[in-house]
Each structure stands twice: as C-alpha cells, then as structure tokens.
C-alpha cells in the first residue's frame, strides 16, 4: 500500500477514533493536518483555573494493592511521594484511589496499528490497556496524566497538566502537556519505555526549555496542579501574554515528530515549519529577558543565552533537519541589561 493510501486510512480510522472518543483520548493525534483543522475549527479554549481542595486524601493501599496492575500502581505512588512534595501529589491521590482499569481494552484496528498499549481517558479516569495479565510497559506516562488531570465540578472542562480542554472539544496546551508528560516520564522512570517516545520529541524539548526558565520544582508543581494559568503568569515575567499564548498554541500543532514519516499530509510542513521558527524565536527571547534580569555580569548573561540558544539547536539537529529554525541572523543577546553588571571585574 502507498504511503498516502496507509495515512488515509489511518486519518480516516483515527478521525472516527477521535470523533467516537471526543473528550476522552488524551493525546491521539497522529495526523497533525487532521489536528490543525479540527483545532482551526472548533477554535481553542478559554483559560482559567480550577483547584478542589484534597489536601485531605490520602491514597488507599488497600484498595489499590487490590487493583489490576497494581505493582504499577504501586510503584508510581511511592516514586513520586519519595521524591515531590506532597501538596502537588493530591490530584494523584484522589484519582488513583477512583482509578479504573480495563484490561484487553485496546481492540480496535486503529489502536492496533499504532502499536499503542495504553490509553488514559481523564474525564473517565480509566486506563484501556492491552494486557491480560500484570506485566505491561509504558504505563508510566499515563499515570502521569492520571496524576495531573481533574474535570470542572459541572464536567463541562477538563483540566490536565499544562491542557484544557471544554466541553464543545476547544482546546489548548496538548502539545506542551504531552511534552511535559514525557519528560517526566523519563525523569522518574527512565527505564519504561514509551511508545511515542519518538513523536514527542519536539514537545518534550520545548517542555524542557520552558522548565529551564521556569524552574524544575516550579513547574512541576503547576503541571501537577494542571496549572496552566500559573504557567503563564510564570512566563508572563518575560514574555507578553500574547506571545505566550501564541507559543502554547504553536507547541499544540507540534504534538507528532511524523512529517518525515507520513510527507504526504499535504499542508502539515508549512505548519511545521513556521511554526518552528516562532516556537524557537519565543523560547530564545524568552531565556534572554529572563537572564537579562540576573544578577550576573554581562559576559555571563550573554554566554548563558547562547549556550541555550546552541543547545537548542544540538537538540533540534539530532532529530531531523529542523535546526535550520532558529535565525542565524537574530542577535539574542543584544538587549541584555547592564545594569546588574557587578562582577564585571571578575577574571577566570
Ligand atoms: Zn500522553
């Protein structure tokens, strides 16, 4: 079968998948043309918080001991108790405990075909998993949804790490979500792999840029606390409210690493490409107006930024021919303050 015919047939199965599952499929979004219209469509969501207080419960061992899985289970709560602070694992508490699992789920061809094992829906707080029996493997990343993800108290918005999503399927913030989800994932447990390890690539290294501006416990706190307001007020230090959520709606349309897999989605590399551009030139100044306010001499400040700027582009090159994204020409570190220049007398 031709290429274009397999990512027709797979649009067509996925788009069903999508539309049969509208509110419940997380992150399964393979066709990116697809996504681009479907979000151009219905248009993304208004943002806004929702925090329940569930500082109070406590996860049940007892009861999840006795659940499907359960070493799985088992060993992500006691992961993340040990190493994060316990007012950010409370979403995680309340959803573990209700958590259902349905195990032999994953029987449709479109699921099938893709090789997926798991499927988190987080307004039904369930995982549709592939096993028969206990053992399975990249679990981990959809507990990390399951850990970050709370519906509104009318059900009518769903609110999961860095995503919202409302009742009408608008929508924002997926592809930092899922970016973010995967680097956690690969922070706390490096050994599991992931099936979309490869097609979050680009999402994961822009959640990782962002985090460098952020900070590591910072945000994930706001991710666990599916946060995004706080994430923007964070980034709105330096950055513009406007240029922010541009970005958040960039990252969105970069949820797949699949254009040099499937180049007939006619349309999908303009996207991409200006796309890349603007993600990479956000991240870039962003980086920069936060080190110009440092307290650190000029020369610092500018190594800083350029040292970001070429990491940036390292981690870009090795995955396909992207690097060409970032302007060459644009001098980030052109408007550094000087005014904070204390250590200027400093030698090596
Ligand atoms: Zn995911």
């Known amino acids: 079968m031709s290429e274009k015919k397999l990512l027709n047939k797979l649009s067509s199965q996925l788009s069903n998948l999508v539309v049969f599952s509208k509110n419940t499929i997380i992150y399964f979004e393979p066709n990116i043309r697809f996504y681009y219209y479907s979000k151009q469509i219905k248009g993304t969501a208004s943002i806004d918080s929702f925090k329940k207080d569930r500082s109070n419960e406590q996860v049940n061992f007892e009861k999840i001991s006795q659940q499907k899985l359960s ?4 060993n992500f709560v006691n992961t993340l108790s040990k190493q994060l602070p316990a007012e950010d694992l409370n979403v995680m508490n309340h959803n573990i405990n209700n958590l259902k699992i349905i195990q032999n789920g994953i029987s449709s061809l479109a699921l099938k ?11 039904l707080n ?17 507990l990390f949804h399951m850990a970050s993800s709370e519906k509104s108290d009318d059900k009518n918005k769903v609110y999961s790490g860095f995503s919202q999503e409302d009742s009408q399927s608008k929508e924002i913030g997926r592809g930092l979500t899922e970016g973010y989800t995967e680097l956690l994932r690969e922070r706390y447990f490096p050994q599991d792999k992931y099936y979309f390890s490869n097609s979050y690539k680009y999402v994961l290294t822009y959640a990782q840029r962002i985090e460098q501006i952020v900070g590591k416990e910072k945000m994930t706190s706001l991710y666990l606390n599916h946060n995004l307001s706080g994430l923007i007020a964070e980034l709105e230090k330096y950055s513009s409210k406007d240029e922010i959520l541009s970005f958040i709606n960039n990252t969105d349309y970069i949820i ?4 040099g897999n499937f180049t007939g989605a006619i349309g999908r590399e303009k996207y991409i490409k200006s796309n890349f551009s603007k993600t990479n030139d956000f991240l870039i100044s962003t980086y920069a107006n936060k080190v110009s306010q440092e307290d650190i001499s000029q020369e610092d400040k500018i190594a800083k930024v350029n040292y970001y700027k070429d ?14 994204y970032i302007d060459k020409n644009k001098d980030y570190t052109a408007n550094l303050t000087k005014e904070n220049d204390i250590n200027k007398g400093r030698t090596l």
């Open 71 to 74: 070493n799985y289970l088992l």
């Open 113 to 123: 075909c893709c090789g997926i094992s798991q499927v988190y829906s987080n307004s």
């Open 126 to 142: 369930t995982i549709v998993s592939n096993t028969s029996n206990d053992k399975t493997s990249d679990i981990y990343h959809e």
């Open 256 to 259: 797949l690493d699949r254009v």
């Open 311 to 324: 990491s940036l582009n390292d981690s870009q090159k090795n995955i396909n021919y992207r690097y060409e």
